[in-house]
């Protein structure tokens, strides 16, 4: 279960560190000379800290 959370972990610092990359990778693939706003930018940097804070705060798995 750590393994996953280090992978998924290393996906949202990308997320928080360089929104426009993750964008590319979920979103930039599908479309031809087009770039994210400013609003996606910020809200992938903003939903990308929740979500790590909520994965690192949580314990979830079998035991």
């Given at each position: 279960?750590?393994f996953?959370?280090?992978?998924v972990?290393?996906?949202?610092?990308?997320?928080?560190?360089?929104?426009?990359?993750?964008w590319?990778?979920?979103?930039?693939w599908k479309?031809?000379?087009?770039?994210?706003?400013?609003?996606?930018?910020?809200?992938?940097?903003?939903?990308?800290?929740?979500?790590?804070?909520?994965?690192?705060?949580?314990?979830v798995?079998?035991?």
């Amino acid at each position: 279960m750590v393994f996953i959370k280090i992978i998924v972990s290393v996906l949202l610092i990308i997320g928080i560190i360089n929104p426009k990359l993750s964008w590319k990778m979920s979103e930039g693939w599908k479309y031809k000379d087009i770039e994210p706003s400013e609003g996606y930018l910020i809200g992938t940097r903003i939903t990308s800290v929740v979500i790590l804070v909520i994965i690192w705060l949580t314990k979830v798995g079998i035991e």
